[in-house]
């Protein structure tokens, strides 16, 4: 049996969660609802305040995906509770971003300011304009989205300029050095 998806996933009164007859997990919360559409091999049951995901076989591919679906919907459940954040960090002389309306713009060196549009459930928030926080309920999406505007300009090693994940480390090279 997986050890993950043995354990159930439990839920509080300010999430509501149902199974439809399609084997789709349809999990709601104040903001948001999320749907975690369920492969045949696995079937999910709620009792009281928690969702028990059970598997039809004891084949490799369905002992797979009983652990990956239970944390699927364990992310639902969390995302539409509390939700998911991702912190990026501007770094370099003129760098600088702001929100206006569905719109990220970021000055990053270029020539031209980087425009992202902001997708469809996520929720961005500049501070002092070289911190960016990325949240919503969608794990995947949130850390989809800081991945994309990091990929604007990653840091590079030598002097550490760039966007760069909060509190993310990067190991510095040492330039030229001069001529003997």
Same mark, same amino acid.
């Given at each position: 049996?997986?050890? +993950?998806?043995?354990?159930?996933?439990?839920?509080?009164?300010?999430?509501?969660?149902?199974?439809?007859?399609?084997?789709?997990?349809? =999990?709601?919360?104040? !903001?948001?609802?999320?749907?975690?559409?369920?492969?045949?091999? +696995?079937?999910? @049951?709620?009792?009281?305040?928690?969702? =028990?995901?059970?598997?039809?076989? $004891?084949? !490799?591919? @369905?002992?797979?995906?009983?652990?990956?679906?239970?944390?699927? =919907?364990?992310?639902?459940?969390?995302? +539409?509770?509390?939700?998911?954040?991702?912190?990026? $960090?501007? %770094?370099?002389?003129?760098?600088?971003? /702001?929100?206006?309306?569905?719109?990220? $713009?970021?000055?990053?060196?270029?020539? %031209? &300011?980087?425009?992202? $549009?902001?997708?469809?459930?996520?929720?961005?928030? =500049?501070?002092?304009?070289?911190?960016?926080?990325?949240?919503?309920? /969608?794990?995947?999406?949130?850390?989809?989205?800081?991945?994309?505007?990091?990929?604007?300009? &990653? &840091?590079? &090693?030598?002097?550490?300029?760039?966007?760069?994940?909060?509190?993310? %480390?990067?190991?510095?090279?040492?330039?030229?050095?001069?001529? !003997?």
């Amino acid at each position: 049996m997986s050890r +993950v998806g043995r354990s159930p996933v439990y839920f509080d009164d300010k999430v509501q969660v149902s199974v439809t007859p399609a084997n789709e997990v349809v =999990v709601k919360g104040a !903001k948001q609802s999320l749907k975690i559409a369920l492969r045949p091999e +696995v079937t999910a @049951a709620i009792e009281g305040k928690k969702i =028990v995901l059970t598997r039809k076989s $004891e084949s !490799k591919d @369905a002992r797979s995906l009983h652990g990956m679906y239970r944390a699927l =919907v364990q992310n639902a459940v969390t995302g +539409v509770g509390a939700g998911f954040h991702r912190g990026l $960090e501007l %770094h370099g002389v003129g760098y600088r971003a /702001n929100v206006s309306g569905k719109k990220l $713009e970021l000055s990053l060196g270029f020539s %031209h &300011p980087v425009v992202f $549009e902001i997708p469809e459930g996520i929720e961005i928030k =500049v501070e002092k304009q070289t911190g960016i926080t990325v949240s919503g309920a /969608n794990r995947s999406l949130v850390g989809q989205v800081a991945a994309k505007i990091r990929g604007f300009r &990653p &840091p590079e &090693p030598y002097l550490g300029k760039g966007v760069r994940y909060a509190g993310e %480390h990067i190991r510095r090279k040492a330039g030229k050095s001069a001529g !003997k």
